[in-house]
């Protein structure tokens, strides 16, 4: 990145100069080859005008012709030929050709009354071959009676060209010079914070660290990428971290009943005559810990479940007030046993889009909860109500309570108030975390208000039709 900047840097601040320098040079040879041209063209046409009206082409040249020649050939710095009717060359200020026949493509065209101007670049000279008209007037084109070359040198010009050339590499080079200082600067400047975060991400990856600050420089753009990738190695502690709170509470709690059957076997085993009492005693505790370890395993796999089929929701119209009667009265003999009054207050009838089974679930566990932590005698109110968008489930109970300050971590796995309570009513601590799957799959949600030794309330809200995000 650091390289094709290098690159950019300096290809946008050069090109365009040189380009610039080649316009300018160009426009000034340009210029001055023109002016030269136009000048050689004035001074040629009055001259050649001078020399047709007098007749000097057919006579001997007299010798204040020959020095007006003379001075504008010194004038243009190079040299002017007279040639005639015949193509002979009567005057040559250099003389060199005096007296030769002139045959060239120029002389011809000039004889037949036109202009010729070119450039002979090995010499560096401007040459102009003019006709020497007779007569001409304004309706009359008059007739050609010789030509004249004019040969002007254009050293001067050229070596003004070669000192802008050398001028304009210096400008060049040291541009070149102080673009690749900024270029080397700036492209070092901008790659560095990234080469920082990018350390910073590889420190912090390498420690798996979350509470480490990314560094990243002072550009905004990159902190953001910083902050970033720092809220996402966050997420990715926090879960990590639930996952091996989770792996290891699951193995605490498998270990649990297995833990107290080993010690009931063995102390039947290595007790010599076991007295037939207390080896039924022991084999009932052993198959209540079997039990145990069955519930804990099948509430696991009901949460597996539930992880497994989120968005494979088996979503149906479902009349929310017959459900809770059905659930009611299978529970109702667990109340019954510890003289508990269950009663269920309907506002409406609620027709509601979710998964009959999982909904089933949330509303057992909350209910079989309420039971579980009353005290004898107490009551379990469920009560149904609902707005255009939502309906509301209330499960209230005049049980033992939950502290406030455990009241936000009974949905979490295996999380318990009192653990031998909890126990001795079979609860593994995996009932309110499953609820919670199962209310957040439809969107919904769960609270709990409590008041040790006064009672609590579960709510749980949930919308009346299913909407599925695709994620
Ligand atoms: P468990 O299988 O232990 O009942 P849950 O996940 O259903 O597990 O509940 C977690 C804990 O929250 C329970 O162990 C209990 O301490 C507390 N709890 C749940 N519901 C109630 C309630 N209605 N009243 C008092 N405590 C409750």
Redesign the pocket.
Known sequence: MRFRLLCIILAAGLIPLYTGMKITQSSHWKRCYDSRLESMREQGTSLAGQIAQNGYLQQQLQPEVTAQLQTLAAMLNGRIMLINGSLVTVKDTADREQGKTMISEEAICAMRGEIKTYYNETEGVAEMVLPIILGASADSTGQVIGVMVLESSLADVLTEQEVFRDNMSVLFFSTALVLLVVALGLSGGMTKPLHTLADGIEQVTENLDSTQVIEAGSFSEVRQIGDAVGRMMERMAATEKSRQEFVSNVSHELKTPLTAIKVLSDSLILEPDVPIEMYREFITDINAEIDREAQIVN?LLALVKLDKTAGELNIAEVNINELLEVILKRLKPLALKRGIEMVFESYRTVLAEVDQVKISLVFT??I???I???RDGGRVMVSLNADHKYFYVK?E?T????PEE?QG???????????A???E???????????KSAVQMHKGSVK?Q?IPGV??I?TVRIPLSFVLTVQ
């Open positions: 509430d566990n909350l079989e909860n309420a579980k932590y009353n499960v109970d049980g033992v309570g939950i455990e971590l009974v949905f979490d796995r295996f999380y318990r108030v009192d653990k309570r909890s126990r009513t079979g609860g593994t601590g995996l009932g309110l975390s499953i609820t709990v409590s009672g609590s579960f």
